[in-house]
């Protein structure tokens, strides 16, 4: 036999694939490409938002951001925006689980409403929204003679966060409970675990994550959320006056430093809350033996 037809070809090695195409760039190039990216799109407009407020004393920074008027604003933005996703990060598990768990007639006609507030203008749900619980709505006629008044109160301003924040819980939970193991929920059950241990002791772990992966995208945008809140809130001040709305109003007064220190307020407070959020994410993972 020749030296050829005996030489056996060699197997490739990992690692050797120095000439091998990729889809991507080299790595240099594309994390160049993503720095600039986020510095443009994120870090120069922060940067240029704290740089504004420089322009005030620290007296007329701290009058600025602690008037009345503001600290009432704070108040109802970052309470209804707490509650409502609070209630979100309840009824969104519901509702993603009945989605993924059940069938029933219309189901697909349900999983389509649950992305409506993405679809939809929040000026417009802001409008239906008053238009369905104002004294002489649909609602609103029959629970006004009750003493339940929901337009143009803090209440109304939740309900509104509420509906723009539940497709993000909805979302986040539901690809995670169609990935869910349900023999394990088998086994527990064959070991004689109840209903609770079960969601507690197997289920609630591998979701915990993305709930609170929706809970944070839940409260952040209903913080920053103005077109579906300014009509049904009624605006008024001390009472149902959102800080989004306040920093419109200074706005259009010229007063763009006034507005950017409550801009900058407001940044600095959400920064921080979903810091923690992100750190509870990692902790739960971290703790259920998940990758971080």
Do not use: H
């Amino acid at each position: 036999m020749s030296a050829a037809a005996t030489a056996a070809p060699q197997p490739a090695v990992p690692g050797r694939r120095r000439g091998a195409k990729r889809v991507l760039p080299g790595f240099g190039l594309t994390l160049g490409y993503t720095v600039f990216y986020l510095s443009i799109i994120v870090l120069v407009p922060l940067s240029a938002l704290v740089l504004r407020s420089f322009s005030l004393t620290g007296e007329q920074f701290w009058a600025a951001v602690t008037s009345p008027r503001v600290l009432a604003s704070y108040r109802l933005t970052f309470g209804a925006s707490l509650l409502a996703a609070l209630v979100n990060l309840v009824f969104g598990l519901l509702l993603a689980w009945v989605l993924v768990r059940y069938k029933f007639p219309g189901k697909k006609i349900v999983d389509a409403l649950v992305d409506l507030p993405f679809a939809l203008p929040t000026a417009v749900a802001g409008i239906s929204l008053t238009a369905i619980l104002a004294g002489n709505g649909w609602i609103g006629q029959y629970l006004e003679p009750m003493g339940i008044k929901l337009a143009f109160t803090p209440a109304g301003v939740v309900i509104a966060l509420i509906f723009i924040g539940l497709p993000f819980v909805v979302r986040t939970v539901q690809p995670v409970l169609e990935d869910t193991e349900k023999e394990l929920e088998e086994a527990a059950t064959s070991l004689g675990a109840t209903r609770l241990q079960t969601f507690t002791k197997v289920i609630f772990p591998a979701i915990a994550p993305a709930l609170l992966t929706g809970f944070a995208m839940a409260f952040a945008r209903a913080i920053g959320e103005y077109g579906s809140v300014i009509f049904i809130a009624g605006n008024m001040p001390m009472i149902s006056e959102i800080t989004p709305l306040i920093i419109i109003g200074k706005l259009e007064q010229y007063d763009y430093a006034g507005a950017t220190a409550v801009a900058v307020v407001m940044l600095v407070i959400s920064f921080a809350l979903l810091l923690v959020i992100n750190g509870l994410q990692s902790w739960q993972r971290k703790r259920a033996g998940m990758p971080t």
